[in-house]
């Protein structure tokens, strides 16, 4: 396993942006500028930031509602991010959405999703399209947990298997669905054993080590790219956060809380290995992450900038004309 | 979203718009004809669904295609229902125009998610980013004997959805016509068949053939009231306008045709000639789609009616099996009669 310098900064900026990003609008959310839900990511970076550094701009991805991540790996615009959070006609949604819908369609990504499992068959879907219209695209869908005991999950990857789509099922494993956690959910230690009821790879991977995300993804996207078909991705991770902001986590102790924050955290370990491997200084890591932060600073400050949403067109929007 | 890559061809127009020659076909077949027209006209158009291939579906709709189009787009799947509607979800959003086939109404539960939360509010939720051109094929209604779980309709419980469109042919033509534009329509479309219209005939143009959506359709003229009805009931309805007009009453037949969008202003044009308005449906009375008529006419043309408006629907109850308990509960032409004579008497 060996990844060159500009992959592993590249990788270590997604990951520093995601968690920069889930800070910032726990913030806000508690400054009381964000309205409704927000899910962080913290903790899961490594998984979205491995997978989509093998994506083009035209395949599609399918996110959840922990989805900001999966967002920004794909490339998206953290003003318009935040504006979409704050409400304003500036973001991507125009307000409709939310944290729970961001899409951004130019970027190939169909969509966080609100509901559980709700974005599997979608990906299917799109990758449908693109064996039907003979193109090399591939669909990747993310999900967690909770959907791999959904039936989505279970007719989706049959359909996949049986027409060889081009698609990718990540599992990221943070756990916890909600507050049951993994063990009182499944019968199973290894969700990835799953895909052999499908006829499809099931791959493992520590979710921490985006090295390792990055590695199993490139080989599930050499096999949908030949037309080799489907791969079930499972990344075993870590929630840092409740559910939801504001959880109070009645279903974890403090102690599982804190030791499994420090003993699972991709970007902390990231850092570790660039500077052991001599890939970069530890102040090359400090420019990305000041970078970073004024990327933040400014997008924030443009999507505060946005006029808010204006409800007169909100009809309009229902149908395509 | 487009796809990025330029394989598709744009579809043909029309060969010679609309046709004036007509021929006499079942129902089933003048969908067949529309679907197999669409698909040579636009290769993004594919249909999904079980037991759509060599059986060539359940009520023989896709009777053929399998030879004409092969197994890729005439794409058969394992019994998956909110796997099959989700599929269709994320190809029409990615470039495809799929039309899903459902054997049953009853089973859109099993897909429920999919068609509400996915396909009828993804370009809302994304602010107008995406479009989701996809029909969802189904047939429904009582009177064949098949019991509770094969035989609602259920069109009240799409009508409900924002984001979703929502037709109901009654006759071959319109079938033929409404299914091409549905088809057309960048939009989630609801298509309700009914089971017991597949072998009913009528004339039906040749070639292509449009029925715009949001058009209701005056299938018969009268002075006295109107009766406002879709599906199979506009059959009853025709045949209970006969029976009246023996008996010196003159009733006017509004076929709703497409219930979302639906076409106000014809019903609100047949109510201020009649004063007096019939709605009926086969689907049960409460919550039913007639009661959004009927209040629709009392809020906008109050002042014309001369008596209440008032329903005609099926009884509050499942469907039953013994072919007599099976109609007695939806309404049948003697009903109609029975319901126009107290309203105009």
Excluded at chain 1, 115 to 135: K, S, Y
Excluded at chain 1, 193 to 207: C, H, N, Q, T
Excluded at chain 2, 117 to 140: E, K
Excluded at chain 2, 303 to 310: F, M, Q, S, T, V
């Amino acid at each position: 396993m060996t990844i060159d310098r500009a992959t592993a900064l590249e990788l270590y900026r997604v990951m520093r942006t995601i968690r920069s990003f889930e800070e910032r609008s726990t913030q806000l959310f508690g400054e009381n500028k964000i309205w409704g839900t927000i899910h962080s990511y913290a903790g899961e970076e490594a998984i979205a930031a491995g997978v989509c550094a093998h994506l083009r701009d035209d395949d599609w991805i399918t996110s959840t509602h922990r989805g900001h991540g999966h967002c920004i790996a794909k490339g998206a615009d953290l003003g318009k991010m935040f504006a979409e959070l704050l409400g304003r006609e500036t973001g991507y949604c125009r307000g409709r959405g939310g944290s729970m819908h961001i899409a951004d369609t130019s970027k190939g990504n169909l969509g966080a999703n609100g509901i559980v499992g709700g974005g599997i068959p979608i990906a299917t879907g799109a990758a449908l399209t693109a064996q039907q219209l003979g193109t090399d695209q591939l669909a990747v869908s993310f999900f967690g947990d909770g959907a791999a005991n959904q039936g989505t999950f279970h007719e989706s990857l049959n359909l996949a298997a049986i027409w060889k789509l081009p698609v990718i099922y990540v599992c990221e494993n943070n756990q916890y669905a909600e507050s049951l956690p993994v063990k009182r959910a499944f019968a199973v230690e290894d969700i990835a054993v799953r895909a052999s009821g499908y006829g499809m790879p099931g791959l493992r991977v520590d979710g921490r080590d985006v090295r390792k995300v990055h590695e199993a993804a490139g080989e599930a996207v050499g096999r949908a790219r030949s037309g080799k078909g489907p791969t079930l991705l499972v990344a075993d991770s870590y929630r840092h956060e409740g559910h939801y902001y504001g959880d109070p986590r009645k279903y974890q102790s403090k102690d599982e809380i804190e030791g499994w924050r420090k003993r699972f955290d991709p970007i902390a370990d990231a850092r570790a290995w660039i500077v052991a491997d001599r890939l970069a200084g530890e102040a090359d890591l400090e420019a990305i992450d000041r970078g970073v932060a004024q990327e933040i600073d400014r997008a924030v400050a443009w999507a505060e900038q946005g006029p808010p949403a204006s409800p007169i067109k909100l009809p309009e929007d229902v149908y395509a004309t | 979203m487009p796809p990025k890559t330029a394989t598709t061809t744009e579809p043909r127009p029309g060969a010679g718009g609309q046709s004036s020659s007509t021929r006499e076909m079942f129902y089933n077949e003048a969908l067949n004809e529309a679907l197999r027209l669409e698909m040579e006209r636009d290769e993004r158009v594919i249909v999904i669904g079980e037991d759509i291939a060599e059986h060539g579906g359940a009520f023989q709709v896709t009777a053929g295609l399998l030879d004409r189009f092969g197994p890729t787009r005439i794409r058969q799947t394992p019994i998956s229902e909110i796997g099959i509607v989700g599929a269709a979800v994320g190809a029409a959003l990615t470039g495809l125009r799929p039309i899903v086939e459902l054997m049953y109404v009853d089973f859109s539960g099993l897909a429920m998610d999919q068609i509400v939360n996915q396909a009828a509010q993804n370009r809302f939720m994304f602010g107008g980013q995406a479009r989701v051109p996809m029909v969802l094929r189904t047939q429904g209604g009582s009177g064949r004997g098949n019991a509770a779980q094969h035989s609602k309709s259920l069109e009240a419980w799409f009508a409900h959805v924002a984001g979703l469109k929502l037709v109901m042919p009654a006759t071959p033509a319109d079938a033929k016509g409404l299914l091409t534009a549905a088809i057309r329509d960048d939009n989630p479309v609801i298509f309700l068949e009914h089971k017991l219209l597949y072998r009913t005939k009528g004339a039906v143009p040749e070639g292509e053939h449009v029925v715009p959506l949001g058009q209701a359709d005056i299938k018969r003229e009268g002075t006295d009231l109107t009766i406002v009805t879709w599906s199979r009931e506009v059959l009853f309805a025709l045949e209970a306008a006969a029976t009246l007009a023996d008996q010196g009453i003159a009733a006017e037949v509004v076929d709703v045709r497409t219930l979302v969008p639906l076409d106000k202003a014809r019903i609100l044009a047949s109510v201020r000639k009649t004063h007096r308005v019939l709605v009926v449906h086969e689907a049960i009375k409460r919550g039913g789609y007639g009661a959004e008529i009927a209040a629709m006419i009392a809020e906008e043309a109050f002042d014309e009616l001369d008596a209440p408006p008032k329903r005609l629907a099926g009884l509050d109850t499942p469907i039953p099996y013994a072919q007599h308990l099976e109609k007695s509960v939806v309404p049948q032409a003697g009903d109609i009669v029975a319901a126009a004579k107290e309203l105009v008497g």
